[in-house]
């Protein structure tokens, strides 16, 4: 089976701190210290990307997206306005890398919370190109199919109904139609028309917000994952719990027959903020 490996520098990572509740091993937040943070590439107002002090995967280059100067706040807590500043500059240098010509593949994702393997409670994405991995590797197609359950602008949303590890699990699919033009020429990867890419910001935005109500637990976790797809841009929205230990040791996938009511309870609240299409 061929599968993507990648040296982990655990000299480094054992260095990294951690803010997140039940694992701190620091009580000063490193993303709040603005004024020594090194290695800026870019920023919009609080938004700050820079060049990850702690590149433990080898070889690759990890970028961080500071996504707010809030330390204690979540995609829930940000303004529209703010929510799609943040996924604008994400997916606008995460496309630019996967088109440099440096990278096999470049990821793009969010960690929040301690059951979804990040370290730093403070609101942030991650980029990180890689010049080896296979990105045919990193998904399945069937994973982004689902019961349909708002479209607009070429972005659709649905529930996956073959989720990569179980539970619900919701999909962003952004079909032709949210692209001023389809022909990739000598990219990878393509940028999405401004109101689709709004859309997408406002549609995260909302089914995270729909998650954390809807679990309604203490330290909800979840993770947003950012793929390419011939050109076009796939995202899921994962919430996470204790993985499933038939996934972990015989990388067997659970579907819950529950996947229908998670369709209709994300289409109610959409509804109520004013998504009815």
Known sequence: MDINIIDFNTSIGVKKPRTIQGMANTPDCPFCDVEHLVDIIDTDDNIILLKNKYNVMEPSDQLVLIETDQCKSDIPDYSK???RRVIHMGVKHWIEMLNCGKYRSVIFFKNFGPMSGGTIQHPH??????PELDPDLMFDPVEFEGLKIYEDKG???NTSTNPRIGFSEYNLVL???AYGSTDLKDK???MPQKDSLDLLADLIK???TFMKGYFNRPNFSY???FYNVEGKMRVKVMPRFATPPMYVGYNIHLRPTSIPSFADNLKAHLKERGYSK
């Open 155 to 157: 972005v659709e949303l």
């Open 223 to 225: 993770n947003l994952f």
């Open 81 to 83: 306005e703010q929510m």
């Open 206 to 208: 909302e089914t995270v």
């Open 125 to 130: 994405m991650q980029l990180v190109g890689y």
């Open 175 to 177: 079909h032709h139609e």
């Open 188 to 190: 990878v990867a393509l």
